[in-house]
């Protein structure tokens, strides 16, 4: 059965190259990005994960702990670790997990039969404090992951976790968002002090009210 958003992120304990990773534990009060990749010492893989090193400060500033994963054994990963780091310039800092019994991949549903019957599809899970998935996005094996558009989404839904709003289309941290539609006008202009431009009844902006 495939995961839903609002789903409990499934636990699971695995050998990773920081150790051994029980999955819940090592979240903490933290949110974090579970990601799959088809396979250890594959191109877009490798890019991706040193893109993913490259951008650790960002995650870290969002309170993001970032997870890969494959179906490859650990002393397969601790080869390639060199390579990601030697090719993209980086250091690979964060737990590559090993799951070579394929436990993690079952649990979330990373194989995807029609596309490979053994290797996992890149998926990609944020999940946030509270254990719960909170996006799902799976791309084929042949296309690399946009990781600006993972930070972009952390920050939509870090912001709306907290605030009585949504963000529109191609929205950027800094920009307008939305009023929601469950809360009045009237009660919009108290709440976010900064101002509420009214385009329709149902479409009302106002400017980020974290910032």
Known sequence: ???RLGDTAPDFTAQSTEGEIKFHEYL?????VLFSHPADYTP????ELGKTALLKGEFEKRGVKALAVSVDPLDSHLGWKNDINETQNCSVDFPILADPDKN???????IHPNASEKATVRSLFIIGPDKKVKLIITYPASTGRNFQEVLRVIDSLQLTANHSVATPADWKHGEDVIVVPSISTADAIQKFPKGVKEV????????????
């Open 1 to 3: 059965m495939s995961l």
């Open 28 to 32: 903490g009060d933290s949110w974090g």
């Open 44 to 47: 877009v893989c490798t890019t």
């Open 104 to 110: 993690i991949a079952t649990l979330y549903d990373m």
């Open 200 to 211: 329709k009844p149902y479409l009302r902006y106002t400017p980020q009210p974290n910032i």
